[in-house]
């Protein structure tokens, strides 16, 4: 689990270091616009990466107008090394539900044991496998995500509120319906450093803020 003193620490050394960051933010406050810096997404991902299970020596980086993501992975008894270009189509959030939708483009996948004999690295040595629909492959992954709720070529929907310590929590749903009547995400993009989330107030109008409560 991330921890959230370990993450204050980082970001005001961060700060510390790259003073430009904080003038960046206030030029871009009356445009309703933030950027997340990148190397605050690789050290997210490798916090995470220490206390999980799932892929392993992620790599983060950007490839306008999406992330460059790499990371090693098992699927199926298959080692493999992965990488795919992730772009943010669209971004929902409601009281029912919290739906962002991905693209994924330019995958690869290699494996890491030429050696290994299953179905999936079969496939990979043959090049049969298509890479260009790569979200329905996902669709049939026995260790698919639960927030998963749509998978077809490249395009994969998730929906955060499937996420069982979310789902069955009324103040989660709550929240999620309030911040949604107050602001929208309008884009999520990267440049060569940031990535840079443009954000809309009031998307229902004050009508929606009212009759939210």
């Known amino acids: 689990m991330l921890d959230p003193k370990a993450a204050l620490v980082a970001g005001i050394r961060y700060l510390r270091r790259h003073p430009d960051e904080i003038l960046r933010y206030l030029r871009n406050v009356p445009r309703l616009r933030f950027g997340i810096p990148i190397v605050a997404l690789q050290w997210l991902a490798k916090e995470l990466e220490s206390a999980s299970s799932g892929p392993k020596d992620i790599e983060i980086r950007p490839s306008p107008p999406g992330l460059r993501v790499t990371a090693t992975l098992e699927q199926m008894g298959t080692l493999l090394r992965g990488s795919c270009i992730v772009i943010v189509e669209r971004v929902d959030f409601s009281d029912s539900q919290a739906r962002v939708e991905l693209r ?37 992954l026995p260790s698919r995500p639960v927030a998963l709720v749509e998978a077809v070529d490249d395009r ?58």
């Open 104 to 140: 994924l483009r330019d995958v690869s996948l290699k494996l890491l044991d030429e050696s290994v004999q299953t179905p999936l690295a079969a496939l990979i040595r043959s090049g049969t496998l298509d890479l260009s629909r790569v979200a329905s492959l996902v669709a049939y």
């Open 156 to 213: 994969l929907v998730l929906d955060l509120l499937k996420v069982p310590k979310w789902a069955n929590t009324e103040a989660a749903h709550k929240l999620v319906g309030v911040l949604s009547t107050v602001l929208a995400i309008d884009s999520i993009e990267t440049d060569f450093d940031h990535l840079d989330v443009a954000i809309r107030a009031l998307p229902r109008g004050l009508s929606g803020v009212l009759r939210q409560h």
